[in-house]
């Protein structure tokens, strides 16, 4: 607070002042024209000297009082008694009067030495030498302004400082201090800009208004175009801004037309250097030119092996999707292979759109074209085994296989179903197993067959005694090492009411969708039935189907709390109903499987999941093979996956060998005279 001198009337005490008083009351205190003084008039503090005969006493006030009567001072704890010189320290305790006691206010040490430092702004009219320099951190902004050092650094050695860029201006509009504004070449003036109007943000001038005007006036401070702005609010350190939908608006968020104009400092300061990170790099620039001189993206490998590797000029630093790379190959692929780029991450090459390169599909010296689609590389040139007259189709498996070792044969699943060979057993009609309470529960485990992996149905032969009006359901299982079930259900069927049960008739029980199931694996298979009429005189009994199965019936009497088992007589039998992959479904041939035997299509030479669509090659030379007889023909064997030179349960002649790797398909079937 400023500190100022005073020339006040002498006064005196009117109330008597203990050692220990920390107020002096006096009589009135007023200036040398006999006016009223305020606090405000002295300053921060001011100061006044006690008197009564030989003791004297300088004594430091903070608050002033006055009113019709007399005059109150408030004495702070330390400003009785205060030392004459410098430090001119006081304490709490001082020297006592009594009333009449002579009071002035005098031009005292402790007030005076407040002058001439920094407590108060000073013009000096004289020389001032300092035996050292003054400090400041200041930027010097007018022209008499003095420089520190740091500033003469920045000036002579390029030292980080804020130099503003600043042109006189004339407003388009209304404009105000901190308003982003672009330059209007047709009308010479600067108006707001707005992000959703591309001609305010794009390809023009742009400043900030460092003050308000109007249209046709000079905006107030100029514009500035590059350099510090001190006129915003709200915003984040740090966070990069952009130009905002709003006209004359910047945002932390982009606009519709996405321009940057900054880095905040602070909450109210801008680093203002419009479009500072969309401006192309060297390497982007290089990369264009390469682009326009038609050399872009090519490259020879050389690293010997199909994990090919290729350095272009310029580098990329990043893989972007739809970038397009030719290479030429050094040596032919294996099976499944990859691309890196300028030393980034390989990549696999895929062919028709997501499926493993097979064996052979580049040459040694071939010239490969891909595209980065976001994962992969996807192969746009022809791959080298396709010759005019090999033909690739895409399907969908209906198992998992894998034919990046050899070419795997397939066929197209027809959807069979309810196997003779599976039939799992039958029941005798007796009392165990009599359907007459809804806490029992009935079932069977099986293993399932080889070759199949989904099931579909599972069909029960059903006897109806008088009227049950209960529901039936039957839940599949995994059996436990007791051929118990075991676990979460794997799926519940459709539900058959016990009023549509006939007389000794077969019921499907059918899976709204298929199970998946594995070949070998032993599952339970559980009847069940809820709610409605079912008693000792309304019930269904599970009949005999006429054939037995090597497994365990079960029986439960508290909703399958516990379970009983029969190895003898398989007391509660069911028919399983599998079907294989699904009809239209590529799967394993089999020669002496009669639902792998037929429709063979081609050879699968990749790897694919369940239920995935892959490339299956149904005509042409097929190439990747091992070990084969050149000149001899190829049969699809018994054993699962395979083909041989000698004819399996099934005629199936898939072709003949044109050399130990490639075999050229000819497909025949059932003929004698193959």
Not at 224 to 241: F, P
Not at 321 to 349: E, H, P, Q
Not at 370 to 386: H, K, R
């Amino acid at each position: 607070m400023a500190q100022y001198i005073v020339k006040a009337l002498k006064t005196y005490l009117k109330s008597p002042l203990t050692t220990s008083a920390l107020s002096v009351v006096l009589r009135k205190l007023v200036d040398s024209k006999n006016n009223n003084l305020a606090m405000a008039d002295f300053g921060s503090f001011g100061v006044i000297v006690i008197k009564q005969g030989d003791t004297i006493e300088m004594i430091k006030f903070t608050g002033l009082t006055q009113n019709a009567t007399n005059c109150t001072l408030t004495i702070p704890s330390t400003g009785r008694n205060l030392n004459p010189t410098q430090p001119y320290a006081g304490s709490a305790i001082g020297n006592a009067f009594q009333s009449g006691a002579e009071v002035i206010v005098t031009n005292d040490p402790l007030t005076v030495m407040q002058f001439g430092n920094l407590n108060n702004a000073q013009t000096w009219a004289l020389l001032n030498t300092f035996t050292v320099m003054p400090q400041s951190t200041a930027i010097p902004s007018v022209g008499a302004d003095l420089i520190n050092k740091t500033y003469a650094d920045a000036l002579v050695l390029g030292v980080l400082t804020t130099i503003n860029v600043i042109v006189p201006a004339t407003a388009g509009e209304t404009v105000v201090a901190g308003n982003l504004i672009y330059f209007d070449t047709t009308d010479d003036e600067w108006k707001k800009c707005d992000a959703d109007t591309a001609g305010t943000v794009e390809n023009t001038l742009l400043g900030i208004a460092q003050g308000a005007g109007v249209n046709g006036g000079a905006i107030l401070g100029g514009v500035l175009l590059r350099g510090l702005d001190t006129n915003q609010t709200g915003m984040t350190q740090g966070d990069v801004m952009y130009a905002s939908n709003t006209a004359g608006g910047i945002s932390s968020s982009a606009g519709t037309k996405e321009v940057t104009i900054g880095i905040a400092k602070s909450a109210t300061n801008l680093y203002f250097n419009p479009r500072f990170n969309q401006t192309l790099t060297e390497n982007q620039q290089d990369l264009i030119e390469a682009v326009e001189a038609g050399t872009d993206f090519y490259a020879a490998s050389a690293v010997g092996t199909d994990a090919y590797a290729i350095t272009i000029s310029p580098a990329i630093t990043a893989y972007v999707s739809g970038m397009r790379f030719r290479f030429k190959a050094d040596v032919a692929n294996t099976g499944a292979c990859t691309l890196a780029v300028s030393g980034l991450s390989a990549l696999a090459i895929k062919k028709a759109n997501d499926q493993d390169t097979a064996t052979g599909d580049i040459e040694a010296g071939q010239i490969v074209e891909v595209v980065y689609d976001g994962t992969d590389f996807q192969m746009q040139s022809q791959v080298a085994q396709s010759l005019a007259n090999d033909v690739f189709i895409t399907m969908t498996a209906g198992e998992a296989m894998d034919g990046t070792t050899s070419p795997l044969p397939v066929c197209i699943d027809n959807g069979a179903s309810a196997l003779t060979a599976n039939i799992i057993g039958g029941v005798n009609n007796t009392g165990s197993s009599t359907f007459d309470d809804t806490t029992k529960a009935f079932g069977q485990s099986f293993t399932m067959p080889s070759g199949y992996n989904r099931l579909k149905t599972i069909t029960i032969k059903l006897n109806k005694i008088s009227s049950p009006t209960s529901t039936m359901v039957v839940n599949l299982y995994l059996a436990d090492v007791n051929d118990k079930p075991t676990g979460a259900s794997l799926g519940t069927s459709g539900t058959i009411a016990m009023s549509a049960v006939g007389s000794n008739t077969t019921h499907d029980f059918v899976f709204s969708t298929e199970l998946t199931v594995v070949a070998g694996v032993k599952y339970c298979a559980i009847l069940t039935a809820s709610g409605g009429t079912l008693d000792g005189t309304n019930y269904v009994q599970v009949m005999n189907l006429g054939s037995s199965y090597a497994g365990f019936g079960l029986s439960s009497t508290d909703s399958g709390g516990t379970w009983s088992t029969s190895a003898t007589d398989n007391s509660f039998l069911m028919v399983g109903g599998f079907i294989g992959s699904g009809a239209g479904r590529i799967v394993t041939t089999d020669s002496d499987n009669v639902d792998r035997q037929n429709n063979f299509i081609g050879f699968l030479k990749s790897s694919v999941a369940d239920a995935s669509t892959t490339s299956i090659q149904k005509d042409g030379i097929v190439s990747g093979f091992t070990g084969l007889s050149a000149g001899s023909k190829y049969y699809v064997s018994d054993t699962f996956g395979t083909i041989g030179t000698t004819a399996g349960t099934r005629k199936i002649k898939v072709g003949w060998a044109k050399s130990t790797t490639e075999l050229v398909l000819q497909v025949q079937e059932v003929d004698a005279t193959l």
